[in-house]
């Protein structure tokens, strides 16, 4: 005889939320987590109540008043008329500026030299281990500091350029003037103009993009597309018949054909910067400042992407190399072929690191008194209306936007160069 | 994640809690030091020496304070900052006093939540150029780079300035005196400007004093006096009449040479009252009778101070002008010691 008896129906009891092992890490969890956000609470609470109480209650109505204080590298109109949200935005194009500039820059150098390192030369494979090793080592504000100082005391000032016996001169056919000002170099100007397309109407973020430039772009990448084609067309002669008819005269007038037809028809012609009063006019003005942070940010970021190049290139096998060498690839063909495609994978996700901490070291500009956002928002207004707190939560904010965006354009990259497993 | 959100926010509260705490004098009193802001280095104003010591103008503000409240004028601690950190050193109680040629403007008093003390320096805003290049107005300016001190009304001034004369300038933003001085003299900018002592100063200490000029112009109004955090009086109090006691000297001719024999007592009631030896005034302010008698002898009274850093017979070379005693036809006058 056999009886079947049902497990015991157990009641639930409010001490089973401690005795009971399969609840009892979630009670942990739930209590610790009351008691972090009440202790938030009570610090914003002790804040605010500060706060009040010196007077200073949290209020951004200052963004809207007018700034009073002139930025001398502005991408958009601003005036010292402007509002000191207006100011905070010139300050955010210009952290993004040199953050884009820095993060090319650093890439590029970054891969050259992280592959040199590997290099069987002995003498550049030294080299480059001492480059990394020395900017790896130095903080990065002092090598901003120092380059600053460098193009400061080295470079002639502007009026070193004046008069019959001049002791500096322009170099390029009088096109660029390097001076201890800065770098003064043409400027691309259309006699035909589009004009300008306005975005944002009058707000703060109000922003103007040239319409010649949108229209010169579109006729690169129409030319590039078209190039690709005439690759991938190639590509299919090529793996019918075993022939690859010659391309790169299609290629290049793809390309080239369109933007120059479409330049010429916009009027293009180079604005050359000349010595006028004080200074020079005319031409793009790349300040000093902006120069400085830019080398120093790229060159030190480029000795902490070298050694990810150097750890993605040997964590692919010895085999591999070889095999490729065995069907009769040429070295450079077997890096750009077969190694660098499969070390990407090991390389981008502590490259994305290192893009984000490029960024967040742009903030180190006030050194060199380039006017990024911590500069304007974090510096001068922050110091003219003594808006401490309220300054800071948004900085904080600007920052973690553009980390977060760059982390998250970086990982979709990531995933689309992932090893696909079938 | 947390730890650091939890962290951030501590450190904010701990900033709030700090600037909310009153009685500075008894947290002076219980420290032995005083807190004092000064420059990152003016000579004149505010600058070490070479064995370390500080010395300058703004400097004997600071010892004044210090020997009026501790009796040593010599128990300060000097606190560097810049025109950018200064306010948020004095807002979070790092210092308890800021005398860093720091101008009284409205929204400094009234929206940034400080009290200026009084006044010890009258100045005004002008620019230094060097002399080979032939400019001999400001209204020549126009396309000229401008070295300027980040955070500072002279910006502001500087910006006014060129906006109601329709020149333009190129602004070169910067942090501390001695980097301005670096662009300036390697031809970085054409022109420096802040305020005309602060020229004067910085001319002082270059090799060739003589090639650059300070042009006429003197383009704004900027009274210079030390500063306290708003809302703690007795403290204000203290500050405001340890400043007013040095005027108040060279005015009845208390000198650090005389003071000894005039402590001992005169026929003018206001100099025993300042000297203690007349009065509660000492015990009124929370502080011993020889208060005033201790803050003149830190470093002498104002005009002895003017005359030791930054006076006639110094590098610098300013003259009284506008900070003579109003019986010399300046703007000196303090309220009477009763």
Request: aromatic content about 8%.
């Amino acid at each position: 005889m056999t009886t079947l008896t049902d497990p015991p129906k157990e009641s639930f009891r409010l001490s089973m939320l401690i005795y009971d092992t399969r609840y009892r890490s979630a009670t942990i969890q739930v209590v610790a987590m009351l008691g972090f956000m009440l202790l938030a609470a009570w610090l914003i609470n002790n804040t605010a109540q500060n706060l009040n109480a010196l007077g200073k209650p949290i209020d951004f109505g200052f963004l809207g008043e007018s700034a009073g204080y002139d930025i001398n590298q502005r991408l958009i109109d601003y005036s010292s008329r402007s509002s000191h949200m207006r100011a905070a935005f010139v300050g955010l194009l210009n952290t993004l500026v040199v953050a884009v500039l820095g993060c090319l820059t650093a890439t590029v150098l970054g891969i050259i030299i992280g592959v040199l390192r590997l290099s069987k030369n002995w003498l550049i494979a030294r080299i480059m281990t001492v480059y990394v090793e020395m900017f790896r080592n130095v903080p990065v504000l002092l090598w901003i500091v120092f380059l600053m100082a460098i193009l400061i005391e080295t470079l002639p000032p502007p009026n070193a350029f004046r008069g019959e016996n001049a002791t500096a001169t322009m170099v390029l056919s009088d096109s660029v003037a390097f001076t201890n000002r800065g770098v003064y170099v043409p400027e691309p100007l259309f006699s035909r103009s589009l004009g300008d397309l306005h975005l944002f109407g009058e707000s703060a973020v109000r922003f103007d993009i040239s319409l010649d430039l949108v229209v010169v772009l579109i006729a690169l990448i129409g030319g590039i597309i078209g190039a690709r084609m005439v690759k991938k067309r190639a590509d299919r002669i090529q793996e019918a018949t075993g022939d690859r008819p010659t391309t790169w005269y299609l290629v290049l007038g793809l390309i080239a054909v369109p933007t120059i037809i479409v330049m010429a028809a916009l009027g293009f012609h180079l604005g050359y910067p000349a010595l006028k009063g004080f200074n020079f006019q005319g031409g793009t003005h790349m300040r000093n400042s902006l120069i400085a942070l830019w080398l120093a940010l790229s060159l030190y970021t480029a000795a902490f992407i070298a050694e990810n190049v150097r750890a993605g290139i040997l964590a692919i096998s010895k085999g591999q190399t070889e095999a490729a060498g065995a069907l009769g690839l040429r070295p450079s063909r077997i890096m750009r072929l077969v190694v660098l495609p499969q070390a990407l994978r090991v390389i981008i996700p502590p490259l994305i690191s290192q893009y984000l901490n490029l960024t967040k070291n742009s903030s180190l500009a006030i050194a060199v008194g380039y006017m990024d956002i911590t500069g304007t928002l974090g510096g001068i207004t922050m110091n003219q209306t003594g808006r401490e707190l309220e300054c800071i939560l948004m900085l904080m904010l600007v920052y973690l936007v553009i980390s977060l965006t760059i982390s998250f354009v970086m990982n979709w990259y990531n995933e689309s160069v992932k090893l696909r497993e079938r | 994640m947390k730890k650091s959100v939890f962290l951030g926010a501590l450190t904010v509260a701990g900033l709030a809690a700090g600037a909310a705490a009153a009685g500075t004098l008894d947290d002076v009193k219980a420290r032995g030091k005083l807190n004092c802001g000064v420059t990152t280095g003016l000579v004149g104003f505010a600058a070490p020496d070479a064995n370390g010591t500080w010395d300058g103008f703004d400097v004997g503000i600071c010892r004044a304070v210090a020997a009026a409240v501790l009796g040593d004028p010599t128990a300060v601690e000097f606190v560097p900052t810049t025109g950018k950190t200064r306010f948020t050193a004095l807002a979070s109680g790092e210092i308890d006093v800021l005398a860093r040629n720091t101008t009284w403007t409205f929204s400094r008093d009234v929206d940034l939540k400080f009290d200026f003390v009084g006044v010890n320096y009258y100045d005004g805003q002008g620019f230094m150029v060097p002399k080979a290049l032939g400019v001999s107005s400001a209204k020549d300016l126009d396309g000229a780079t401008v070295c300027i001190q980040t955070g500072t009304t002279t910006e502001l001034n500087l910006a006014d300035f060129f906006r109601s004369n329709n020149i333009s300038y190129e602004p070169v933003p910067i942090e501390t005196n001695a980097e301005a001085q670096q662009q300036y003299l390697a031809g970085a900018c054409d022109v420096y400007t802040t305020d005309a002592s602060g020229l004067a100063a910085t001319r002082a200490t270059f090799e060739d004093p003589a090639a650059h000029i300070v042009l006429p112009e003197i383009i704004s109004k900027e009274p210079l006096g030390p500063l306290v955090r708003h809302g703690d009086n007795e403290w204000g109090d203290v500050v405001r009449w340890a400043l007013n006691a040095l005027i108040a000297a060279e005015e009845l001719g208390i000198t650090s040479a005389n003071i000894a024999e005039l402590s001992a007592g005169t026929n003018n009631p206001e100099i025993n009252r300042i000297l203690g030896t007349e009065g509660t005034l000492g015990e009124m302010l929370g502080l011993s009778p020889d208060w005033a008698k201790n803050a003149i002898m830190a470093g002498g009274n104002y005009g002895e101070l003017f005359e030791k850093n930054i006076g006639a017979s110094t590098p610098i070379g300013l003259s009284r002008g506008l900070n003579a005693q109003w019986t010399d036809g300046g703007l000196l006058y303090t309220p009477p010691f009763r």
